[in-house]
């Protein structure tokens, strides 16, 4: 009796076998790692026992690109009258970079009117800055006008008046020379008006 039930029992009690397990881990779509690992091992009486390790790896990884330099420019001389200016720009496919450098002309003027002086040309020298039109509107309001034709002081001056297209700041004299023009007309007829009353 003891062994019927014995065997019933067996028959019912269910056995889970796997044959093979899959495992599968999946990251990313660019790398992928395939590897495969099979063990058999065989018992007596002829028992054997099987299991299959299927691993699959994928990564992407995707980097930033590498910096764009753009040309560098010194400036650190005191006898250089440059400026620099560079730019780069980077792309994941493509990477362009540039650099200028720019002309300083009153830096310019400034030091060769230094080199002039210390020669003894003083007047070159005040000449050379004159080119600049603060310079020569400066020197015209201190009543000492710049040199023309090898003319300085009041015969200066004449020329200047007679040759105003010359002038550095031509343009802003003729501005200011029109504001004149209307001022004065409005004076003169402020006095003209002022000299009827009193003969009346």
């Known amino acids: 009796m003891k062994t019927l039930l014995i065997i019933i029992l067996s028959l019912l009690i269910p056995t889970l076998v796997f044959a093979a ?19 058999s091992t065989t018992y007596e009486s ?18 930033a690109p590498p910096t764009s330099s753009a040309p560098s420019f010194s400036s650190m001389s005191q006898d250089v009258c440059s400026s620099g200016a560079s730019v780069g720009v980077q792309t994941f496919g493509l990477g362009v970079s540039g650099g200028k450098h720019f002309r300083d002309l009153n830096c310019e003027r400034i030091k060769l ?9 003083k007047v070159g020298a005040v000449a050379l800055l004159c080119q600049d039109e603060r310079v020569f509107e400066a020197m015209i309001n201190a009543g000492t006008p710049c040199p023309i ?6 015969e200066a001056m004449l020329l200047w008046k007679k040759y105003d297209h010359e002038r550095p700041d031509y343009d802003t004299y003729i501005k200011r020379m029109k504001k004149r023009e209307v001022i004065n007309i409005k004076i003169n007829k402020k006095e003209a008006a002022k000299l009827e009353l009193h003969t009346r």
Do not use: C
């Open 113 to 121: 009117g230094k080199v002039l002086y210390d020669f003894g040309m």
């Open 149 to 154: 034709d090898g003319k300085i002081g009041k």
């Open 21 to 39: 397990e899959t495992q599968t881990n999946v990251s990313g779509s660019n790398t992928s790692i395939e590897g495969g690992y099979e063990q």
């Open 46 to 63: 002829g028992s054997e026992s099987s299991s299959t390790t299927t691993n699959t790896s994928n990564s992407n990884i995707r980097s």
